[in-house]
């Protein structure tokens, strides 16, 4: 067989040939912003020719600090297509976290949403390795940019020709992106995807096993374009020729709600958070949502918002699992042909797991050194590897706890049944370990967030002097709604043995949220830490 690279060349030019015509829409702060892909092709070559005319060599990376917008989409292409890395950063991370990034990943250029200048101001001077700011927005004001010289977006377009030569030959193991996740303590890690994992990904996404995105969808990345690539969909939507509609700066749920109806989105991504603060407005209003699948990944979908997406709105509801370290797509929940007889409860429950893995890619499934058996009850660690799964932390001593073997090793704790589907159990850091066995704390949360008065709910493990540690609930009720820490308890009681049930419940307005929107355990555990539970006092 030949051996063509499995590039973004191949995926840009394939787009830019076949659906020349396909639109890309953005929310902006001013309005809507349309154009199609043939001027967004034309766009991308010369934003690659104006970073040549700056000097950013391939293999260098260019950073970003934006919105999910058409320029950011621009960036997507043109800074990897010139053999440069694209380096998306969480504009939500502390500037100290920022700093860190920017500097380990040594970007050249940093390209910032004019909004969001403000984030450079406390670290302008910590960022020695930045040449160029590049500032977008339609008439950035770019002495505004702490950091200097910074240049207008729409210039550097503006003073080049689109006439640059791409390298369809691209060597497909060429770094094309890199982005940062947490850690539990410390710095965050950096991983990076290789031409040939995206594009391998990116075909994934368009399997009828999995997304089956195809040219008669319009996609809508909620999910932010810092965090793991949006998931992929830009590129897969791309390639394939789906519409696209990105959501702009800060939407609210019921810019989304708006967006989804009016552009005619059939698939729209996002965390179980988003989705929540999507059916609150849905449940005031009765606007119909035009979506063939509301995806749905990042943390655990609890099976009430499956239910209520699914019966109440008439919206299908897909639950997806992955990582940044699997870029991140690794599982796909789907009801195979042969399980649809079952009871609609049965159904769900399955639909609820976080699915079957994606063609592609192996798993294991690990407890002290044994692979478990594949019975839907022994639970072990997830292990993964293929083609789109990182193999290492870029420049990190970390590398050595995840990775074992040409492993990953995920840190979440699954049982996977007879058929494949994997359930995950918890992170390892969050199962709660009462007495010497484990307490799911994702399974308290899915029992909680069924309880009709409950909005959101976590839970998660304090310590205890007899028992290590022991579960303790947070609960955010739902507005006009009332329940009493007794009446959520006894609705527990009803599914869980009597040592699962949390020893105390706490009532809060909000759940704290990581910086993509995931409940933040960690800030409750550091909080709660010698939280006394009422069995001590
Ligand atoms: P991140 O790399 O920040 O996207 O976080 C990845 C982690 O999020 C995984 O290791 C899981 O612990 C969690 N996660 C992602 N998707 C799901 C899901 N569908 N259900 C439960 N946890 C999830």
Avoid at 88 to 98: F, K
Avoid at 461 to 489: C, N, Q, Y
Wanted: net charge negative; charged share 20%; hydrophobic share 40%.
């Amino acid at each position: 067989m030949l051996q063509t690279p499995l590039n973004l060349f191949s995926l840009f030019d394939y787009s830019q040939r076949i659906y020349p015509k396909k639109w890309i829409v953005t929310r902006t702060s001013t309005g809507m912003h349309r154009y199609q892909y043939r001027d967004f092709g034309r766009r991308v070559r010369q934003l690659s020719a104006g970073l040549q005319q700056l000097g950013l060599q391939p293999g260098e990376r260019a950073g970003t600090l934006a919105w999910n917008d058409y320029r950011h989409l621009e960036i997507y292409f043109g800074v990897p297509l010139m053999g440069s890395v694209l380096h998306t950063i969480n504009l939500r991370l502390s500037a100290d976290h920022i700093r860190y990034i920017v500097n380990h990943a040594e970007d050249r250029v940093l390209f910032v949403d004019a909004g969001l200048l403000p984030l450079l101001e406390p670290i302008k001077d910590q960022l020695p390795q930045v040449r160029y700011i590049v500032v977008m927005g339609d008439h950035p004001d770019v002495t505004k940019s702490p950091i200097q010289p910074a240049i207008a977006y729409e210039d550097l377009l503006n003073q080049s020709t689109p006439d640059i030569i791409y390298d369809p030959n691209l060597a497909e193991d060429n770094v094309l992106g890199m982005c940062y996740t947490s850690a539990t303590t410390g710095n965050p890690k950096g991983v990076q995807y290789s031409h040939r994992g995206i594009y391998l990904h990116s075909m994934a996404a368009g399997l009828a096993n999995t997304l089956a995105l195809s040219e008669s969808d319009t996609v809508m990345p909620i999910v932010p374009m810092f965090h793991v690539n949006a998931w992929g969909l830009p590129f897969s939507s791309v390639w394939f020729g789906a519409n696209l509609v990105l959501p702009g700066p800060a939407p609210t749920p019921k810019d989304l709600v708006e967006l989804m109806a009016n552009e005619g989105v059939t698939v729209a991504a996002g965390v179980p958070t988003v989705w929540l603060g999507v059916s609150r407005i849905l449940e005031a209003e009765a606007t119909r949502l035009p979506l063939r699948m509301a995806l749905c990944g990042g943390s655990a979908a609890p099976p009430a918002l499956i239910r209520t997406f699914e019966d109440a709105f008439g919206v299908p509801f897909a639950h997806a699992y992955g990582m940044t370290e699997t870029s991140p797509l690794a599982s796909f929940s789907r009801l195979k042909s042969g399980l649809q007889d079952l009871s609609a409860d049965d159904r769900l429950a399955i639909r609820a797991t976080q699915g079957l893995l994606i063609p592609g890619l192996e798993l294991r499934l690990v407890r002290d050194g044994e692979e478990m058996p594949w019975d839907g009850a022994s639970a072990g660690e997830l292990w993964l590897r293929g083609p789109w799964v990182a193999d290492e932390y870029y420049r990190d001593d970390r590398t050595r706890d995840s990775f074992q073997d040409g492993w990953l090793k995920t840190g979440d704790v699954a049982t996977i049944d007879e058929e494949g589907y994997i359930r995950l159990v918890d992170r390892t850091k969050d199962l709660v370990k009462s007495g010497g066995e484990w307490i799911s704390s994702v399974d308290l949360e899915n029992a909680l967030m069924a309880y009709p008065a409950i909005f959101e709910a976590s839970v998660v493990g304090v310590p205890h002097p007899k028992w290590d540690e022991r579960p303790l609930a947070f609960v955010v009720l739902k507005e006009g709604k009332s329940a009493t820490k007794e009446e959520i308890l006894a609705h527990l009681s009803k599914n869980f043995a009597k040592w699962w049930i949390p020893d105390d419940v706490i009532f809060l307005d909000e759940i704290p949220k990581t910086s993509v929107g995931k409940f933040l355990k960690r800030a409750l555990r550091d909080q709660y830490h010698e939280y006394l539970m009422p069995s001590q006092e």
